[in-house]
């Protein structure tokens, strides 16, 4: 994957960010749908894929929960960037989101941003696997009466 010249104001006219929040599941999904098919006042559909890839990055980062729905539109606006000659990037923070991906097999096809400014340049991290959570070094408790 290449990156976009963040010098170059008309490579940045090509690329489109779009920041979903709450929750996008089956009920709405059809407005997730909507938002990721409706180009922005700065960027025609007609004027990106004429000169250079369309950059679509969507920005998951307020996303409570989302389900398989969700993966579904990202899927299909994915597949008709690449026939356009353009492509998807994804920007999330929550290891939900990744879980999803991971479990659906689609990492792939969707490396994890950290921010917007690294999914436009294409500079993601391929960790492999997401960081566990911290978790309490407590002792276990004492069974009563001592025993095992």
Same mark, same amino acid.
């Given at each position: ?26 009920? %709405? ?77 689609? %990492? ?6 950290? %921010? ?20 309490? %070094? ?11």
């Amino acid at each position: 994957m290449t990156g976009i010249d963040v010098h170059d104001p008309v490579a940045l006219s090509r690329c489109h960010v779009v920041r979903a929040e709450g929750e996008i599941d089956v009920f %709405t999904a059809t407005d997730f749908a909507l938002l990721l098919n409706t180009p922005s006042g700065s960027c025609a559909y007609a004027s990106c894929s004429s000169a250079a890839p369309f950059l679509l990055v969507v920005d998951l980062r307020a996303v409570a929960f989302m389900d398989c729905a969700a993966i579904h539109e990202l899927c299909q606006v994915r597949t008709r960037r690449q026939d356009e000659g353009g492509q998807v990037r994804l920007v999330y923070g929550q290891r939900s989101i990744h879980i999803l991906l991971r479990a659906l097999r689609l %990492t792939g096809q969707f490396p994890h941003y950290a %921010t917007t400014f690294k999914a436009r340049m294409g500079s993601f991290d391929p960790t492999g696997r997401w960081p566990r959570a911290a978790r309490p %070094t407590s002792r276990p408790l004492p069974r009563p009466g001592g025993g095992r």
